[in-house]
């Protein structure tokens, strides 16, 4: 398969330092792979179609094993996308067309990508309020930016749940976005009864769910996270064992790789257990 997008240069020069000028698509292939075959032309395609403002290099995994097992290649296709010398989408196997376009849509660098990566960096730093409106100016520059929606969801449901589910029911396209879309409406509905609940009522079981859910309402993850697991050990049929199903949705929204997943997990699955 020989193709003008095979790496002509070293992958430094090709992939790595170019990728700081215009993003790279880099696709792990070889001859004797069928999928490879089919999702080749494919990704050529595309990159014809991008008129520059991505690029595709096309790696022949038998030829450059050096660079495979760098980037720890086990199946392919596997497709790599990089930006600014580092890899920020990836995905495996011969997606069709459609889906692929879908993938590029998500994760290639768009109009609003310094502005999300300042409003993630204000809600690190805990201010809420500015988040806000730099995810709002994300979704002005790029209405399409599913992270910038599901971030904004989540900070309007304290005060707009309506704003929220609106944000959220409008996530469609990507796989990932959508199923975390579906477990942030499930913990607003679990906000929503909340706010609608007595305090006097139940016991003080029912009293950690129910702050659990407005804890979440207001940010304050560790604290909902904590009660909620708290449910778990105490009360697995209450709401029909909601506590577990609140933890999970909201691992998931979280990642296995951020703090409060790894530090509540083996919590979680101990309570699980009992």
Known sequence: MNSRHELQTDFATAVLERSHEVPVLVDFWAEWCGPCRMLGPALEGLAEKAEGRWELVKIDTEAHTDIAQQYGIRSIPAVKLFSNGEVVGEFVGALPEAQIQMWLRQHLPGPGTSALSQAQTSLIEGDRERARREFEKVLELDPGQDTA????????????????????????????????????????????????QDEADGDDVSAMYRQAALDFAHGELEEALSKWIGVVEQDRELDDDGARRACIALFALLGEDHALTQKYRRRFSMALSV
Request: avoid cysteine; charge should be negative; aromatic fraction near 2%.
């Open 149 to 196: 929606r599901l971030e904004l969801a989540r900070l309007l449901i304290e005060d707009e749940p309506a704003a929220a589910r609106e944000h959220l029911e409008s996530i469609t396209g990507d796989a990932e976005a959508y199923e975390k879309a579906q477990h942030l409406l499930h913990l607003i509905d679990l906000v929503d009864a909340a706010r609608a």
